[in-house]
């Protein structure tokens, strides 16, 4: 499809040629982007009149009361986000219109055609404003989104907000033209919502935020031993029960302090329709997990029968209230694996991703030694031991995913059985399992714990609130590349994009979170966004630069982020243990 209403020939897109590389937008010469966009372009300049008596090549173009939004087939759902964002933010109609066809450059058209998917991938866009319009392509809906993103930073801070704020009647964008193009399709978050539930409107807001930062993949963390979150309507009790405990520890699990108050809450499958929905209106795909066979306390307390009802009496497990890994793991029976199959039924019915992951980690073996119906177990099947109990677990699960038009996702201790040809893939203890899955074949998502975990704390001294693992400030995320030296072409290729995991044991609220995430998911989003050069040779102090104008908009969102001098006063936690680990993370 062509954009009808473009201007054809080389007044399109600027007579000099837009540089190649990334553009840090404080740096593209002249200053025309205000403050600067993030994640950087793929390539940007400025907008020059192709002819000096062709104004409307060059200057700025204006959004006012009577800018239209010209929406070509399939960019509908487009152009409803910026009525409600931007129309929103601005006070301005957007009105329907083609007035690009009826010779008026005051339009905003939004335009699919093959053109720059050939060019620049499914989500890439082309995006150029002058005084003769703004104009965004792309080869899919998702480019065109995030082209639209673009445009809302081009308008500045207050583009974010919720009602206007001003009586500003004209909202002027730089004459710019923009091409862009992510370096990784999976451009990940984790949030952790089993530790600590994170209501529905907290989960829609998020996506939001994944959104501004272009950010395609929001990774739930639905089931753990102190919560299941999501219903299941053939388990009733996973959530009757399942999703509350009695009490929390507060900080680290050595700490001897708790909230005595009940903790819980769950996703009615409305709720998670909704999310589903939601997400997929700003083009991200969410991907449920369900652990297995570890980390299951939760579902035990509802179900004892899950249990290893042979060594402990499971009847009289609750929700773990503390932090760690709990002992109690599933029976590697078949009436358990049944049992999952109903619930991983319902979850595919409820989530549409290509990807479903199962967990696999830190599965304590004690039990099943113990256990007289696992060793019975490991004996039929010809087993070697405990660890090929837990493979032969994660890979039924690989199988009955994959005869459903499914692929298992798990964290890399599912590498140790041996995994069926379409599974992936997280690597979260370094690189190392990554690294081990694509020379074995297998798709990879790069989250290791040392480089991209933001529970992680983010400097050093006693101000950091309970503070966690390493330090990992905002210039280490923004250093961080998924790809580590020594794989080959293939191999890379292998490493489908990475993801920042947000583990909740000690954010127990949106404040909480926020303060973790940001500012340093900013730097994650450009580090997986953006064509940079290698890590050492990137150009901070200019993100730091363009950082200026991001806290702008992070304000307007009423985002809690840690501020570039530390924490404010509110955000401390004082006398709450954490767990730090000193000096440098290792590169494992």
Known sequence: MSDSGARSGPSAFPAEPVPAGPVPADLIPGGLIPGGLIPAPREAAPVVPVVPADPGSGPSAVVDRDTCLDAGPGTEGVARWLRATVGAATGLPLADGSAFGSGSGNCISLRIDTGPEQELGPEGYQLVSTGDGIRIRAGTAAGVFWGAQTLRQLLGPEAFRRAPVTGKREWPVPAVAVRDAPRFRWRGVLLDVARHFLPKDGVLRYLDLLAAHKLNVLHLHLTDDQGWRVQIERYPRLTETGAWRARTKLGHRASPLWDERPHGGYYTQDDIREIVAYAAERHITVVPEIDVPGHSQAAIAAYPELGNTDVVDTAALTVWDTWGVSPNVLAPSDAVLAFYEGVLTEVLDLFPAPFVHIGGDECPKDQWKASPAAQARIRELGLAGEDELQSWF???????????????????????????????????????????????????????????????????????????????????????????????????????????????????????????????????????????????????????????????????LGVGYRPPGGPRPWQRRPGLLGRPIEGAPPIV
């Open 394 to 556: 994660v890979r039924h699960f690989d199988r009955w995913l994959a005869e459903r038009g499914r692929r298992l996702i798990g964290w890399d201790e599912i590498l140790e059985g041996g995994l069926a040809e379409g599974a992936a893939v997280s690597s979260w203890r370094g690189y190392a399992g990554g690294v081990a899955a694509a020379r074995a074949g297998h798709d990879v998502v790069m989250c290791p714990e040392q480089q991209v975990y933001l529970d992680h704390r983010q400097a050093p001294g006693t101000d950091e609130p309970v503070p966690i693992g390493y330090v990992r400030t905002l210039e280490d995320v923004y250093r961080f590349d998924p790809v580590p030296p020594g794989l080959t072409g293939a191999e890379a290729a292998r490493v489908l994009g990475a993801q920042a995991n947000l583990w909740s044991e000690v954010t127990e609220d949106q404040q909480r979170v926020d303060y973790q995430a940001f500012p340093r998911l900013a730097a994650f989003a450009e580090a997986v966004w953006s064509e940079l050069p290698a890590p050492a040779e990137r150009d901070y102090p200019a993100f730091e630069r363009r950082m200026t104008a991001h806290y702008a908009r992070l304000d307007a």
